[in-house]
């Protein structure tokens, strides 16, 4: 039951790039109630937790990438999308989405992730 992530790639600082997370199919009867979430990694670090949304759309982002990202979610595509503006060199990352169980920790197996990588 892994989420597939898309939309990374390379640009340079000041650019933009969305990010999309499609449901696994097997998940689709309960992804509107789950939140959802964004998160990356780097080489050697924990995954850190990015932004996420609740089922009633209800946001959170982590202080560095506030002003700078958004996360809106689709139920009926079942797709959620991180927007993100203004990149800098440390938002180098994995970048992964999964849904959150009710300690608010990620509920499914990790998929593969989508790299994006902010560089002159």
């Known amino acids: 039951v892994q989420p597939v992530e898309s939309g990374g790639g390379s640009v340079q600082p000041g650019e933009s790039l969305k990010l999309s997370c499609v449901a696994s199919?097997?998940?689709?009867?309960?992804?509107?109630?789950?939140?959802w979430a964004w998160y990356r990694q780097v080489p050697g670090k924990e995954r850190e937790l990015v932004a996420s949304i609740a089922s009633g759309s209800v946001t959170d982002y982590t202080d560095s990438v506030k002003g700078r990202f958004t996360i809106t979610r689709n139920n009926s595509r079942k797709t959620v999308y991180l927007q993100m503006t203004n990149l800098k060199p440390e938002d180098t990352a994995v970048y992964y989405c999964?849904?959150?169980?009710?300690?608010?920790?990620?509920?499914?197996?990790w998929g593969q992730g989508t790299q994006v990588t902010v560089s002159s």
């Open positions: 199919r097997a998940i689709f009867s309960v992804f509107a109630p789950d939140p």
């Open positions: 999964n849904a959150l169980n009710t300690a608010k920790q990620p509920k499914y197996t």
